[in-house]
């Protein structure tokens, strides 16, 4: 296996989104994808014992359908869907996402401090982006991770947004720099993107703080803005975050599902 984590002009196809990035270090080219997801012996022996020491379980976790999560869930992905021309997609599978100890205390952090200003509430909101790997896809495991720059579901799954695709911290869209997000999974369908083979798309549910409506503060720091459209902008990070994964049959592959 040749280690090449020297060459910069591997470096320069990471940070461009061209080649899968080491799963340890997320600067140097994998090797040999899927198979070997890090760029050499070192960077994989440091994961295998980071893995250990940590005790670190799978980011995902499935829930399963005779779970009441998984049937209150799927009720609201299916009741809030409000499309004139595409009906509620068919749910391939859902899974709970795993996020780390320092967003759930970055987000409590938050909620109590909106709670300090006059009160506020939790919102469910879904993030749409790009899926580029073969999450989702049975025959290729539909749990495992990619760490390719240009994944946006990946990179909100492993990073809980303080980075998106490209490493970009932010998108730019009607209301600035913000985390863009909506309460109408069929909007969130929009931003989806999927390879052509596959027929199954991805969408992250999230949770979002919203400060209550005569609360005097800076909103932008301690809440989402909801607009009338039920679009969502986070510009603080701190106010939201990922909680499950939604596996969906893409609603417009009819002829692929048939």
Known sequence: MTNRCGLFIDREAVQKGEVQACAYCEKYPASLPPKYKYCGKTCGAKDTWRSVWRDEAPPLTLITPDKYQYVALAERFQDRWDDPVLAPPQIAAMYQIKVSKKYVDRFKE??????????????????????????????????????????????????????????????????????????????????????????????ILCSVIQLEELVQGDRRKHSAFIDDTGRVFCANKDVILPRQLILYKDPEAKAILQ
């Open 110 to 203: 938050a909620v109590n401090a909106a709670e300090l200003l006059g009160g506020s509430r939790t919102r469910a909101t879904f993030y749409g982006g790009k899926c580029i790997c073969d999450l989702g896809v049975p025959q290729f495991g539909s749990d495992q991770l990619c760490s390719w720059a240009s994944c946006s579901i990946c990179i909100v799954i492993r990073k809980c947004f303080d980075v998106l695709e490209f490493k970009l911290p932010h998108h730019t869209g009607d209301f600035g720099k913000s985390i863009y997000t909506n309460l109408n999974p069929a909007r969130a369908n929009r931003f989806t993107v999927r390879k052509s083979s596959h027929p199954i798309r991805a969408m």
